[in-house]
């Protein structure tokens, strides 16, 4: 046998060199994080270039590129064009209910337009996301949850960098009654309702320094956009202030079995231009939405399998399967829509600005739009709730940055600020005796996406080496001045109900990150460029 072995070895080393070579390695490629611009938001601005260093440490080419908010949501968003992305989800009350931010990781949510841009997948976790929507035993259904952020957190697909608390301002001299909501701060669809003002001046003025990424309802994908329009478009159901689901363009809302929903209408509700609201502008919207390529809403509409006029005044929805939150949720999300003008409309995603409608049937009447500049609203009085309405108007005032906003807070151009305020300028609004400040925490969170379908980010070992390599701590003791926490899920810890805090955390560790690269089977060069 040994006469054989080196015979066969003999003959071998007639085709092969003695020693084989080592394959060559090949650089990491380079990456780039695309942020907001240091006037937009100098929290994310900084907090890119934290990451950059600590990037570069380990060994990675890394570009930050600061983008106009509106372009960035383009790339991140329409065009899925990136590989790491500093962006927010805001805490509106909506998402309270965890079916949301669950579904930013949902594979099906990853096409274009939709609310996983990151294109994460994995099948064990869109079934939880199924069977997590049909549970209504509330206590099954949160293990459920707490179960899906346990199974997604080791792949960070998404990291939570921070939840920032919401500390905003309003003028105490001009209105009163200004209640801040969970989530949203001042910036709600109810303190226009509810303010009452002090003098004679009865139009609200809010500042902010972005506008609306769209007032197309079938186009926009932020926060900005909505929470103009939720002001001048009705929905069957709104949350109120204290986050419970109230009937609203529905008179009533009644659950026949788990899979048929019958919703009957108020009478008498108007459309801005005169016509009256009938079913058939609820059958059509939810059609209209389902039959289009706009995603933002694919997460509450996935259950609906049809919906019926069944009179001048009802509606029934017939949906696919079970939906524990589609009552309250869903229905609280999509603004009903005139069938008379939209129905002519075959490409509502093409829209051009000045073509877009502006019709609805809401509280607030849309008046002018001077983009990057100025927004106004008028208040409906033909609305069934104008009764509870103090102002005779809305006005947004948009800024440069957020130094221009809290400069005119100061000096009384505006009653209200719409975005938080930073953190050096929180100490100067309390000691304004004209300022009322406010400060709730948020549910909503400022992240980091990796684009999934890009190396090094398709591979989980990559991730979780870069995210163990950021100092979340630095930007929330340093960037927020203490103001927020370091995030963990998708589902914040302020809401506890449904947050699982027992789940795989990273904090900063750049040995650990180190040691996931060198376990993966990466190492470094000799001009210390990560290498594979």
Same mark, same amino acid.
Do not use: C
């Given at each position: ?159 939570? +960098?921070? /939840?920032?608390? #919401? ?7 001009? @209105? *009163?009654?200004?209640?801040? !909501? &969970?989530? =949203? ?84 509700? +108007?459309? /801005?231009?005169? #016509? ?7 059958? @059509? *919207?939810?059609?209209?939405? !389902? &039959?289009? =390529? ?105 800024? &440069? ?132």
């Amino acid at each position: 046998m040994k006469t054989k072995a080196l015979r066969f070895g003999a003959a071998l080393a007639t085709v092969l060199p003695l020693s084989a070579p080592v394959l060559a390695q090949e650089r990491v490629p380079s990456v780039e994080i695309m942020t907001t611009t240091e006037a937009y938001d100098p929290i994310r601005y900084e907090g890119a270039f934290i990451v950059a260093e600590a990037w570069r440490e380990l060994g990675l080419d890394v570009t930050v590129s600061p983008l106009e908010f509106r372009t960035l949501l383009d790339r991140f968003y329409s065009e899925q064009d990136f590989d790491a992305v500093i962006l927010g989800w805001s805490g509106r009350v909506d998402r309270l209910d965890p079916q949301f931010f669950l579904g930013t990781l949902d594979g099906r949510q990853a096409g274009l337009g939709a609310n996983n841009p990151g294109g994460y997948q994995n099948p064990e976790y869109d079934e939880l996301y199924d069977a997590q929507s049909r549970e209504f035993d509330i206590e099954r259904r949160r293990d459920i949850v707490h179960e899906m952020q346990e199974l997604y957190m080791p792949d960070v697909p998404v990291v939570i +960098l921070f /939840h920032r608390d #919401e500390v905003v301002a309003y003028n105490n001299t001009t @209105f *009163t009654n200004m209640n801040a !909501m &969970a989530g =949203e701060g001042l910036y709600s669809e109810w303190v226009p309702m509810e303010a009452e003002p002090v003098g004679d001046r009865r139009t609200l003025r809010i500042g902010g320094p972005q506008e609306p990424d769209n007032v197309n309802p079938l186009a926009s994908t932020s926060v900005w956009g909505w929470k103009w329009m939720r002001l001048y478009y009705d929905r069957l159901v709104r949350l109120s202030p204290d986050v419970e689901p109230v009937p609203w363009a529905a008179e009533t809302v009644e659950a026949v079995d788990e899979v048929t929903i019958d919703v009957t209408l108020r009478e008498g509700m +108007l459309w /801005h231009d005169g #016509e009256p609201m009938t079913a058939e502008d609820v059958a @059509f *919207t939810f059609d209209y939405y !389902m &039959a289009s =390529e706009y995603s933002y809403f694919n997460s509450y509409l996935a259950p609906v399998a049809s919906v019926e006029a069944t009179g001048a005044l009802s509606v029934r929805f017939n949906l696919s399967e079970p939906s524990a939150p589609f009552a309250t949720i869903a229905l609280s999300q999509i603004p009903i829509l005139p069938k008379h003008i939209w129905e002519e409309i075959e490409n509502p995603g093409d829209l051009t600005p000045d073509q877009i409608p502006t019709v609805g049937s809401g509280p607030f009447v849309f008046d002018r739009y001077d983009r990057g500049e100025f927004m106004s609203l008028t208040t409906n009085r033909d609305h069934f709730h104008e009764g509870e309405i103090a102002v005779d108007g809305v006005e947004f005032v948009i800024y &440069a940055d957020a130094e221009g906003v809290f400069t005119a807070l100061q000096t009384g151009q505006i009653d209200m600020t719409a975005w938080r305020m930073e953190p050096g300028q929180i100490p100067l609004a309390e000691g304004n005796d004209d300022l009322t400040v406010v400060s709730v925490p948020d549910f909503g969170y400022f992240h980091m996406t990796f684009n999934t379908r890009r190396a090094p980010f398709d591979d989980v070992a990559a991730r979780r080496a870069l995210t163990y390599a950021m100092d979340r701590g630095r930007m929330v003791n340093v960037l927020l001045d203490g103001r927020g926490e370091v995030g963990t899920t998708v589902i914040a810890p302020v809401n506890a109900f449904w947050h699982n805090p027992f789940v795989e955390r990273f904090d900063f560790d750049m040995d650990a990150a180190r040691q996931e690269l060198e376990n993966a089977g990466y190492s470094w060069d000799a001009e210390g460029r990560l290498v594979r």
